[in-house]
């Protein structure tokens, strides 16, 4: 692994995290990759700036790959993202409202595999802690 991303995609790939915890790099690794922790201090100043551009994700949230499209970007149903962050952000708040129960304005009265869906389209690939828990 030669790049921050490399790394940051093998870590969540196998149920790893990492995070910013203000300006502290927290990992969790899997067991079998403790012996990152070192190319990690190596590549810290890249991963910090890759997950400071990286969307919040609600909690249950767990982000696998953050590769924004390049705009205009078609999606299903006739619409076009002209601003594929902002596009990310506002989905991400549209989940988290799903997520919390919130009323069917909140998430656009769309679905939980809808939302899921939208933010792929554009670059954003997520995953639910708890899927079964999200769909009751």
């Known amino acids: 692994m030669n790049s921050a991303v490399e790394i940051m995609e093998a870590v969540t790939s196998r149920g790893g995290q990492l995070w910013l915890d203000g300006e502290l790099l927290r990992y969790r690794l899997p067991v079998n990759m403790e012996s990152l922790v070192d190319t990690l201090r190596t590549h810290k100043p890249e991963i910090v700036e890759l997950l400071s551009s990286r969307p919040a994700m609600?909690?249950?949230?767990?982000?696998?790959s953050y590769r924004p499209k390049e705009p205009p970007v078609a999606l299903g149903n006739g619409e076009t993202v002209i601003d594929s962050k902002r596009f990310v952000q506002a989905t991400m708040r549209q989940?988290?409202?799903?997520?919390?129960?919130?009323?069917?304005?909140?998430?656009?009265?769309?679905?939980l595999p809808e939302l899921l869906e939208r933010l792929a389209a554009v670059g954003c690939i997520v995953a639910l802690d708890n899927p079964r828990k999200a769909l009751q």
Do not use: H, I, T
Request: hydrophobic share 40%.
């Open 95 to 111: 989940l988290e409202a799903k997520l919390c129960g919130a009323s069917g304005w909140n998430y656009g009265w769309r679905s």
């Open 58 to 64: 609600p909690a249950g949230v767990r982000l696998l």
